[in-house]
């Protein structure tokens, strides 16, 4: 597995090397941007449009643009001044907190975390301690030059990292437009908008979910690759426009009905069956 970052964590006066891996990849096909006349993958230069050249790297800087076509320019001396003393490859859990304090939307990106050399036995010590005390830690990591809130927690018996937003990255949610502040929703409409919930509960699967798109894209790369017929999508029979709110609560359930039913049919066959009575053998008596 790929490192992205060697570095150190720490909780008290412990001390941790680990690495960190990328727990996810994207898995996106992955298209490139072609010559429609001769099928030659585009390139793109970087160019200034004043000067109508192509600039090498070492003669472009950094600049925050103040209004429209004004910048402030920052030197790389200037910016690596402004970084903290501490050490970019040092993290430091700064508080232990309940993992449900967090909402998800504050995660970003997760990464694994394994020991580096010596470190087994601390790296053992943190994750035990963990999972007793039920508890996340809160850290602060820097990597590729910023500085990032994160969080270590345990998943299948090994340590994770995963990066979250701060407060000012995360939208007021009072800001999305449209969003009624009162419920105006009759007793019916609730207990049967509860009942298409309970009917469609399922325990979470991932292996369940798949990414169609992806799936058929791959497919027709393939089929045009070989030569064969480029079969089309079935499309899905269009959503029929209903009004009534509890028409088409009542049509979502009487929809779900037959798989519930199935559900719980095949739940039947699946419980243990009783268990067959054992042959037994009655002596003659002796005559």
């Known amino acids: 597995m790929h490192t992205v970052w060697k570095g ?60 429209k076509g004004k910048f402030v320019v920052l030197e790389e001396d200037e910016l690596n001044a402004i970084k903290e003393a501490n050490d970019e490859k040092a993290v430091e859990i700064l508080d232990f907190i309940k993992i449900d304090e967090i909402d998800p939307i504050f995660y970003d990106r997760s990464y694994f975390v394994s020991p580096n050399d010596g470190g087994k036995k601390a790296y053992s010590l943190l994750r035990k301690a963990l999972v007793t005390s039920g508890k996340v830690g809160i850290a602060k990591i820097t990597m590729r030059s910023k500085e990032q809130l994160s969080v270590v927690r345990v998943y299948n018996n090994t340590l994770v990292m995963e990066t979250i937003h701060y407060p000012d990255e995360v939208r007021p949610s009072k800001d999305v437009p449209n969003v009624p502040e009162n419920d105006d929703i009759s007793e019916k409409e609730l207990e049967t908008a509860t009942m298409l919930i309970e009917q469609l509960t399922a325990e979470f699967q991932p292996e369940n979910y798949h990414d169609e798109y992806r799936e058929r894209l791959s497919q027709l790369i393939e089929s045009k690759q070989t030569g064969e017929k480029v079969v089309t999508a079935k499309e899905k029979a269009p959503r029929e426009n209903v009004t009534d709110l509890m028409a088409a609560l009542q049509a979502s359930i009487d929809s779900t009905k037959p798989d519930k039913q199935e559900k719980k049919e095949k739940k039947k066959t699946e419980k243990k069956k009783p268990a067959k009575k054992k042959a037994t053998t009655t002596k003659k008596k002796a005559q």
């Not at 429609?36 to 472009?60: A, F, S």
Request: hydrophobic fraction near 30%.
């Open 8 to 67: 150190s964590i720490s909780f008290g006066l412990v001390n941790i090397p680990i690495k960190l891996h990328s727990a996810t990849e994207d898995r996106d096909v992955k298209l490139r941007s072609l010559h429609k006349e001769c099928h030659t993958p585009i390139k793109y230069e970087k160019v200034c449009p004043v000067c109508d050249k192509e600039i090498d790297n070492k003669d472009i800087v950094k600049g925050y643009e103040v209004t």
